[in-house]
């Protein structure tokens, strides 16, 4: 299935976009992410790209740590920002994840407000039932989906004290068991309870950890899955980048662990109902 | 190969080096024994306690500052005129930590390694300005002067490979590497746990053994935690006539909150609490400008000694430092010398374990009233 992200980011999906969101959304949004410095893994493909897009648009500071160089490249000269930093490695290469780290902090001058662990991967090519996984299929998913996010964040979370905020992005695969997915469902129910520790560890720092399951959307690791899969029926990441980005902004997170219904339904109450969006 | 922790550290040579004055290289066997014995030396006495205990043992309310800086890479192996050479960034002459442009060094030679201590590894060069130190995918950096015989000012100049300087340093540079250690340090072993700004040169080693567990219990015992950013350059040269300036200046960063906190803390008699002699240096040289701390970037040139004391810091939390090294002089800016010397003989004598990696000596300052100010 193809779906070319990298035409698509310029189309509709920012939040300057009239169409998208009401003007007193978007000036809000403004004013809360103007200089907030993220960093995303995974930032080259799909919900990553989006993110970065659009916090870039809105201000925001961003560096992006992504393994595959051209795309990266192509990124960078499509997004064309002096506020964005491409980092060109492998997030689950342990010998490489200090230099990650250190540029990253430069580039933010030693503060980091977000860190969004974006990356991941299936474990292995193509998804099979548990006994026909590979253990090393296994390891590198635990390794990518929840080792390297671990690493990231000790090495982050020093930037981070006073206010900050930890995003993982989980799955409905990490709490219902969908047969043959085996390794990535058990990476990432590793990773959710990550998060549920983290969030109790650092709350002590006032730094926040939350994990977000995004819904089924259009991505590469998706149709790498499911290679016929309807692309009507997945969610484009543009507009959960969107909503995530009005999510976090709102500064209003009573769970460690968000399911898509559930964080969704609140963006969508307080941007399309009566509430107020942001902080 | 060595265990990836924050919290763990580098083996020691397991036969027992030994170092000057017959001092025993205690066994420091994992990376998660690193040591946590504490030397205490206070209102001239000397004893023994454990680091975990430093919420109690400091009675008195304290603000204690760390380094938040990260350690980069400072060795590079390379070509000059033919010859292998490596060349270690000593001293940081760049205006603040956004740039990694320009530094002094001095040259080794590149025929052996860190694994053959630095003093053996000397090289004569009187001609090496303007040549440029090449790697061997073509990269290079230029020696652009001779401050001194064997000190070398260089600039690291980007490349289409690689954008900025501080990519050069990370793609082409190893950490600093020591003789008496038998395996390689790797990245998670050079960093503290509380790093931030790439900053430094040598690791703030009196950062090893600290963990979250004891800084948030630090907290709860009412304590301030500040942070600072120095940028340690190195600490032993290897060139007898370069060692007796260390020293060098170092660029040191205070922050607004930090410098708050601090005026706030003499202000509320809480007592300042250094955590290495690295931030002991910048404390004392803020300070001394105004009788203030105060917010910016600046160099400290000071060097505290017997005829220069500490002024402001009331404690320093710092390693085990032999006798004839800057370190145990910065001491005796604590301490007169015959404590100084008693305090070594004692943790001599207990087993102490000596240099990054080892035990702590905590010394309060026996000269330090702050009627004075």
């Known amino acids: 299935m193809e779906f070319n992200e990298l035409d698509e980011i310029n189309k509709s999906y920012g939040l300057l976009d009239e169409q998208n969101y009401p003007k007193w959304v978007r000036e809000e949004l403004k004013n809360y992410w103007q200089s907030k410095h993220v960093l995303i893994t995974g930032g080259s493909r799909g919900l990553g790209l989006f993110l970065t897009k659009n916090l870039l648009d809105l201000g925001a500071k961003v560096a992006i740590v992504a393994r595959d160089p051209i795309r990266l490249q192509l990124v960078k000269e499509q997004l064309n920002s002096e506020n964005l930093l491409t980092l060109n490695f492998d997030i689950g290469n342990k010998e490489t994840i200090h230099t990650v780290a250190s540029m990253a902090l430069s580039f933010f001058e030693g503060r980091v407000d977000y860190l969004i662990n974006n990356a991941s991967t299936l474990g292995g090519k193509e998804l099979r039932p548990l006994l026909d996984t590979p253990c090393e299929d296994i390891e590198h998913a635990l390794n990518v989906n929840v080792v390297a996010p671990f690493r990231l964040t000790k090495l982050v979370v020093p930037a981070m004290l006073g206010k900050g905020t930890v995003v993982n992005i989980t799955s409905d695969a990490s709490v219902t068991a969908y047969e043959t997915w085996g390794a990535y469902s058990i990476s990432k129910a590793a990773l959710d309870h990550m998060t549920r520790i983290m969030a109790k560890e650092f709350s002590k720092f006032n730094i926040e950890a939350l994990a977000f399951d995004p819904g089924d959307m259009r991505t590469t690791l998706h149709f790498n899955a499911i290679p016929d899969a309807e692309i009507s029926d997945l969610l484009h990441p543009g507009d959960v980048a969107l909503e995530l980005i009005v999510f976090l902004a709102m500064e209003k997170h009573d769970q460690e662990r968000y399911a898509a219904s559930c964080w969704k339904k609140v963006v969508k109450d307080a941007v399309f109902g009566t509430g107020q969006v942001v902080a | ?373």
């Not at chain 2, 170092?250 to 708050?260: I, P, Q, S």
């Open chain 2, 1 to 373: 190969m060595l265990e990836e922790s924050r919290e763990g550290r580098g083996v020691w040579n397991g036969t027992g080096g030994c170092l000057s004055y017959n001092v025993q290289i205690q066994h420091n066997s994992r990376l998660n024994d690193v040591g946590t014995n504490l030397l205490m030396v206070k209102n001239g006495r000397i004893g023994t306690a454990s680091l975990r205990d430093l919420p109690f043992i400091l009675n008195k309310k304290s603000t204690l500052v760390l380094n938040n800086a990260m350690t980069l890479p400072a060795m590079f192996m390379g070509k000059l005129a033919g010859q292998k050479i490596e060349l270690r960034l000593v001293s940081n002459l760049n205006s603040d930590f956004r740039t990694f442009n320009r530094w002094y060094g001095i040259l080794l030679d590149g025929n052996t390694d860190w694994r053959t201590r630095t003093e053996f590894r000397t090289v004569e060069l009187n001609h090496a300005s303007s040549s440029t130190i090449q790697f061997s995918d073509g990269c290079g950096i230029k020696i652009t002067d001779q401050i001194r015989k064997s000190l070398w000012e260089v600039t690291i100049n980007p490349s289409n490979e690689h954008p900025t300087a501080l990519d050069v340093i990370f793609s082409h540079g190893q950490f600093i590497q020591y003789s008496h250690l038998t395996h390689e340090l790797q990245p998670w072993d050079v960093q503290s746990i509380v790093f931030t700004i790439p900053a430094a040169l040598e690791p703030p080693s009196s950062h090893f053994q600290l963990t979250w567990q004891l800084l948030s219990e630090l907290r709860e015992k009412g304590h301030n935690i500040v942070y600072i950013t120095h940028g340690s350059g190195v600490s032993d040269l290897g060139y007898p006539e370069l060692d007796h300036f260390l020293p060098f200046p170092e660029l040191y960063r205070v922050g607004k909150d930090a410098a708050t906190m601090l005026n706030e803390s003499v202000d509320t008699s809480y007592q300042i609490v250094a955590i290495g002699t690295s931030v002991t240096r910048a404390l004392e040289h803020n300070f001394n400008i105004n009788q203030q701390f105060n917010e910016g970037i600046f160099l400290a040139t000071n060097r505290l000694s017997s005829k220069n004391q500490a002024k402001v810091v009331e404690a320093m939390l710092t390693g085990m430092h032999l006798p004839n090294t800057s370190h145990y002089d910065l001491m005796r800016g604590f301490l007169p010398d015959q404590m100084v010397h008693q305090s070594f003989k004692y943790a001599k004598a207990n087993n102490f374990r000596w240099h990054e990696y080892g035990d702590l000596t905590l010394v309060f300052n026996h000269f330090k009233t702050r009627k004075s100010f």
